[in-house]
């Protein structure tokens, strides 16, 4: 009878039963005993009281327990077994004796004691496994029996006096003769009780529980060596249900430590403290990093300030929060974590060897589906953003390339960061991707073209014939367009820059992908500064594809420059970081 049945019992009670006779009260202050002592007949008349008014606090005190529970409990039976150890140590000057328990009880059979100990330790595992409540319990074994229990009274008794009860004929005589739970199980059960055995289940000298037996067919069914026996048993019980006790600390102590790794890794992602080879976010320290090549992806919204504006501040977070909540898991599956959210933008980064394809490859299904979202919750959810945009649209910058990794901050507030020319330039591609009007921008480099797209360069300049793109492209299936030339800051050559047409919907997908050719021999004409013949290469550009927002962009410059170059003054271009061309 573990602790919580005694309190669901003594306040569903009330008041407990009387008995016919009332003993002396037992003294408050009488010591528990180390071991079990047996008490029959007159003994247990004199020592054990009929009645009990104990409140659920009381039951508390028996058990060595206060208001913090186990943890309480834990202490002081740590504090119990190190003081016992000590003092039986002083005693035999210096040497180890058994603790008194096992002295003074005798121990029965191998056998015997073996069953009996793997018994216990199964049925305080199945107590705590099965997970079945006090009350499940008591409701499970009253259904067969009128709803009774067991003699509460007895129960609390033992509770009280820590020493064991035992009733040869508990109807006929003894203190609970008249109690409740005899007399209805007498007369109106038919079932009388006879032999009564309940003993205290004590460890380290706290009261953990009660063992009850009763037998209602024979008197004197308890004998010395059954008492012993249920003595040894006792004391097994006590180990397991402390060790139950313990391991249950453990387990929630355990699931609180994953509650807060997880959130934790809301923060800061397990991929980076990976990368950096840390187990959990307490071995990092300021100043941890490492070097790697490494995918880098931004992603912005685009016109997000206009739409900014037209929101309140509860409805920015939630749309955010919506957008977010659609693209983030498949950065994740597709090899991917985030690194940062930046506002509105969002910079992932993807590492291994096959992680350009995969980066490519997420941010294509991320404009699809931010295409899907857009068209289920704009109108229904956001309609005041109707008067800017008909659909939200993305920019996708990728790079990959050697970057570092790691903490920066001071003592008192960290945070992880990437540092790298490599970042830098795949935030310049998201932010060209508006100039180009396209979704996703990616470095031929990335992609592995770079010799490709040079190799076409060279020999359009020498003005011999060349293909760029032969049928299906080799880059996973996907498909893309050169699309420009830019000069990073500290790069002595340009960087090759592709244009991933899967992004687009299919009508726009095909019309640039069948214009895709032209487009390149009029790119190729205007790196050559030729700039009167790129001018009429873009303009059968846009006679095919009028919507070609890159075609427009680069007609522009090449019809100022074209100017010029008739008038003989000739040109020089100058595109600002921006995609702005100065034109001199």
């Known amino acids: 009878v573990p602790l919580d049945v005694l309190r669901e019992r003594q306040s569903a009670r009330g008041v407990a039963t009387r008995a016919e006779a009332a003993p002396a009260a037992v003294p408050a202050a009488r010591p528990p005993p180390l071991a079990p002592q047996v008490v029959t007949g007159a003994a247990a008349v004199r020592d054990t009281p009929a009645e009990t008014t104990d409140s659920p606090a009381d039951i508390a005190q028996m058990f060595g327990e206060g208001s913090s529970g186990r943890s309480k409990r834990a202490h002081r039976q740590q504090r119990a077994v190190r003081a016992g150890s000590r003092a ?67 129960v609390y008794a033992v509770a009280r006096t820590r020493r064991t009860l035992k009733l040869a004929d508990a109807t006929a005589s003894g203190p609970f003769a008249s109690s409740d739970y005899i007399v209805r199980c007498e007369r109106e059960i038919g079932k009388p009780v006879r032999s009564i055995l309940v003993q205290p289940i004590v460890h380290h000298g706290v009261l953990t529980g009660v063992l009850y037996l009763e037998n209602n067919a024979l008197t004197g069914a308890f004998s ?19 060790n139950a006790a313990l391991f249950q600390d453990a387990r929630e102590a355990n699931e609180r430590l994953s509650r807060l790794m997880l959130s934790y890794s809301r923060f800061v992602p397990r991929n980076f403290l990976s990368l950096l080879g840390k187990e959990s976010i307490v071995g990092v320290h300021l100043g941890d990093h490492v070097q790697t090549d490494m995918t880098v992806v931004f992603n912005d919204i685009r ?6 504006e037209r929101m309140t501040p509860e409805q920015n977070f939630r749309f955010l929060n919506s957008f977010l909540a659609r693209v983030s898991p498949l950065i ?18 993807f590492p291994g060897s096959n992680d350009p394809l995969r980066a490519v490859a997420a941010s294509v299904a991320m404009c699809h589906e931010v295409r899907r979202w857009s068209d289920a919750v704009l109108a229904r959810d956001f309609p005041e953003l109707l008067a800017v945009t008909k ?62 797209v040079e190799g076409y360069v ?3 300049r020498a003005g011999q014939p060349a293909q760029l793109y032969s049928g299906k492209c080799d880059c996973g299936g996907l498909e893309w367009r050169w699309v420009g030339c830019v000069t990073v800051k500290g790069r002595s050559s340009g960087t090759h820059i592709l244009e991933v047409l899967s992004a687009d919907e299919g009508a726009r997908c095909t019309a640039k ?31 095919a594809d009028k919507d070609d927002i890159a075609a427009t962009y680069y007609l522009d410059i ?19 970081k921006d995609g702005t061309a100065i034109i001199s």
Do not use: W
């Not at 328990?101 to 121990?107: D, Y």
């Not at 016109?303 to 900014?308: D, E, H, I, K, Y």
């Not at 985030?338 to 992932?348: E, H, L, Q, T, V």
């Not at 390339?401 to 960290?414: C, F, H, K, P």
């Open 458 to 460: 060279a020999a359009r």
């Open 391 to 452: 659909q939200i649209r993305v920019g996708f910058g990728i790079h990959r390339g050697s970057l570092i990794l790691g903490t920066v901050g001071e003592d008192a507030r960290m945070d992880t960061t990437v540092i790298s020319d490599t970042v830098n330039l795949a935030s310049r591609l998201e932010g060209l991707s508006k100039t180009y009007g396209a979704l996703v921008i990616v470095s031929a480099d990335t992609l592995g073209v770079r010799e490709r």
């Open 303 to 308: 016109s997000f300030t206009s739409l900014s």
């Open 332 to 349: 994740r599956e597709y090899g991917g974590f985030i690194d940062k959210y930046i506002g509105d933008a969002i910079m992932a980064l």
């Open 224 to 242: 010395t060596a059954k008492t012993e026996i249920m003595s040894l048993l006792s004391a097994q019980m006590a180990s397991a249900i402390s």
């Open 88 to 154: 039986r140590r002083a005693s035999s000057g210096g040497k180890r004796l058994p603790a008194p328990l096992a002295a003074r009880t005798p121990a029965p059979s191998a056998d015997v004691a073996g069953d009996v100990q793997a018994q216990a330790g199964a049925d305080a595992a199945h107590a705590i496994a099965s997970g079945a409540t006090v009350g499940d319990s008591i409701e499970r074994i009253g259904r067969g029996r009128g709803g009774l229990v067991l003699c509460d009274a007895a």
């Open 558 to 576: 090449c019809a100022k420059a074209a100017a010029l170059e008739r008038s003989g003054a000739g040109a020089t271009i100058a595109v600002q």
């Open 513 to 543: 992908e069948e214009t895709r050719e032209l487009f390149s021999a009029a790119l190729a004409e205007f790196l050559a500064e030729r700039y009167v013949s790129a001018e009429a290469e873009f303009t059968r550009v846009l006679h």
